[in-house]
């Protein structure tokens, strides 16, 4: 029976980038759909109704209380029969107000990636794991997409039940849109000659992301090889400084921040990542289905995508490790290309229209037997 949803993260641009077909497929099941999320406004016309909530980055920000206490009352004057939370913080100061309330709504938490593990600072550790176990009490379904968030979640039961997800899908019909001739005009834009190995790495610039470390390790590999770093982000004009420190700054480009990174993954001979943790990362996804061979750093979200001999992984921050990889697919590229097309291979079952029925089936979501694919991957 149709009802009404509150559906939050911390931003809008996650709300944009990852989720609204989920929030029309609601709303064309008769549900009511308001989004609370903050950062700067975006325009999310699959919603009923939007709530801009000022979210602090940091977890220990003394504003964000004031958001959970602003969530809280519209929880309790909307009578929502259901919340669905994204993102670590929004997460935690959505769930925060619900504690001991008898006439909660029904509660799910889809983890896009614990930030917390054994690696992970201990005073940073030990503040977000106590986040998700002071509020577990409140959460009735997590649903984690890689197998390390898996076991942590059962191990600290962090919700009433435990499921997994294929992540949330991509829609890859933006890329299938951009043709190979496409992306060599755009390497051609972007100055990067023909005889380049061009690797591309899509992602906001943060220490977490860590693209400081390719710009070093670039120093170690051939000089054909190059850098394509689309994004913005805090760690970004350091990372341009340390690329004309290094003497790297004709090997490397910054685009900015692209609404739609296919062209880079049509211009670039590899993906590669040195993210220091993943969820189950949308860019590692879109450049599997580009056919590119990928080399990742060997942490979770990464293990969980190319761990069946469609990627290659490294240790995380080993420099050396890197370059011998990378080394190896300029070295080979009859490798590469196996490994492009087995990364293709495995991309298909995360396109957005075989996952989109999983994941609307956990939110209880019953969507239509005609438009459902095969599934089988959310289990509790």
């Not at 969980?304 to 001999?309: A, I, P, R």
Request: proline share 6%.
């Amino acid at each position: 029976m149709p009802g009404k949803l509150l559906y939050t993260a911390s931003t809008y641009s996650h709300i944009a980038n990852f989720h609204l077909p989920y929030l029309r497929a609601f709303r064309e099941a008769g549900w009511i759909v308001h989004v609370a999320c903050g950062g700067t406004a975006m325009a999310l016309p699959e919603a009923d109704r939007v709530v801009d909530v000022p979210f602090a980055k940091r977890m220990t920000a003394p504003e964000n209380l004031g958001c959970a206490r602003r969530l809280g009352e519209l929880m309790k004057r909307e009578a929502y029969d259901l919340v669905i939370t994204h993102t670590s913080l929004a997460a935690f100061f959505t769930r925060l107000p619900l504690l001991g309330r008898k006439d909660r709504p029904r509660v799910i938490n889809t983890v896009h990636g614990y930030l917390f593990d054994d690696d992970t600072t201990v005073p940073k550790r030990q503040i977000l794991l106590a986040a998700e176990r002071l509020t577990a009490p409140c959460t009735d379904l997590v649903l984690v997409m890689n197998r390390a968030d898996e076991a942590l979640a059962r191990r600290y039961r962090l919700g009433g039940e435990i499921g997994f997800i294929p992540g949330m899908g991509v829609p890859y019909g933006r890329l299938d849109a951009v043709s190979e001739t496409d992306g060599r005009t755009y390497r051609r834009e972007l100055g990067i000659p023909d005889t380049a190995f061009l690797m591309v790495y899509a992602a906001e610039f943060s220490r977490r992301k860590h693209q400081a470390f390719l710009i070093q390790a670039l120093r170690g590999l051939p000089e054909r090889a190059m850098l394509l770093l689309p994004g913005e982000g805090a760690e970004r004009g350091a990372c341009r400084a340390l690329a004309e420190e290094l003497g790297l700054a004709e090997r490397v480009r910054f685009p900015g921040q692209l609404g739609d990174p296919s062209l880079c993954y049509r211009a670039a001979d590899c993906a590669v990542s040195s993210s220091r943790s993943e969820g189950l990362p949308f860019n590692i996804m879109e450049a599997m289905h580009a056919g590119l061979p990928v080399v990742a750093s060997d942490v979770k979200g990464h293990q969980d995508l190319l761990g069946d001999g469609c990627g290659l992984l490294y240790p995380y921050d080993d420099r050396a490790a890197f370059q011998k990889t990378v080394t190896l697919l300029m070295d080979s590229p009859g490798e590469a290309l196996r490994l492009g097309l087995a990364a293709a291979g495995a991309a298909e079952r995360l396109r957005l229209e075989a996952v989109l029925p999983q994941v609307l089936e956990a939110y209880g979501l019953i969507v239509p037997a005609e438009t459902q694919e095969p599934s089988g991957s959310v289990r509790t």
